[in-house]
C-alpha cells in the first residue's frame, strides 16, 4: 500500500456524529479501523502505536480530546499519527469552506497542514483537523506572518505541486496548483507532503 493509498483509506474511515466539546462514541472500533489500514501500510508503524488497542473507551476518548487541543506533545510519533486520524475520522464532518486569517483552522482551531491555488491563483489554507478550508494572503507566511519574499523559500515538485518553506520560522506548507491538477486530492496532496518534506531535509531539492 503507498501512502496516497494509505490517506485514502483512512479518509473513508467513518465515525458517528460528533461536535466539538461531545463526547467521541464508538472510539474503539474506530482505533480498530485506523490500525487495519495502518498495518497494511506498515507493519511495524502499527505495532508502535499497537498499546492504544488495549486502552480502555474513556482513556481512549481523553487522548483524542488532548489530540483535539493539540496536546499530545510527548507522546509517541506512531501513536500521534493514530491518533490523529482517528480525530479526523470525528472531525470531518465539520468541514466547510470559511474565512479566516493565518494557519489556525476558524472552524476547530486545528493548524493548516496543506494549500492550494484555486483557479485566479488565489491561495487556500486546509486544516489537518477538520479539512476545512480558507483564503489567505499567497505573499506571506500564514504560521508567522513573515513577509520577506528573501526569507521565504518554494520548491517546485513534480508535476502540480510545490512546498513553502519559511526560514523565519521554519515552517513547511504542501500546497498543489488547481490550475494545473485541475481538482483538489487531499489524500494526494498530502502524501506528497510528506514526500516533499523527506527530499527537503534530505538535501535534495533546489528551489
Ligand atoms: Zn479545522
Ligand atoms: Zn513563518
Known sequence: ????????????????????????????????????????????????????????????????????AGALGDRPEPERFVLLAALRA????LAREAEGDGARCPVCGGEADAAY????????????VCDSRWAVPRIACPY????????????????HYRLYQC???????PAVDLREAGRLDLPALRAAGVEMRFLLEAGRVEG
Open 167 to 173: 526560514l523565519t520560522c521554519g515552517a513547511t506548507l
Open 1 to 68: 500500500m503507498t501512502l496516497d493509498e494509505l490517506y485514502r483509506e483512512l479518509d473513508a474511515i467513518p465515525a458517528p456524529d460528533w461536535t466539538p466539546g461531545a463526547p467521541f462514541r464508538e472510539v474503539q472500533e474506530v482505533m480498530a479501523r485506523v490500525q487495519t489500514s495502518l498495518r497494511a501500510y506498515d507493519p511495524a508503524l502499527a505495532a508502535a502505536a499497537e498499546g492504544l488497542l488495549h486502552l480502555g473507551p474513556g482513556e481512549l476518548e481523553a487522548l483524542l480530546a488532548e489530540a483535539f
Open 117 to 128: 491555488l484555486d483557479e485566479d491563483g488565489g491561495r487556500h489554507l486546509v486544516c489537518a
Open 90 to 93: 470525528y472531525a470531518r464532518g
Open 144 to 159: 508567522c506572518g513573515e513577509a520577506d519574499h528573501k526569507k521565504l523559500r518554494y520548491y517546485p515538485y513534480d508535476p
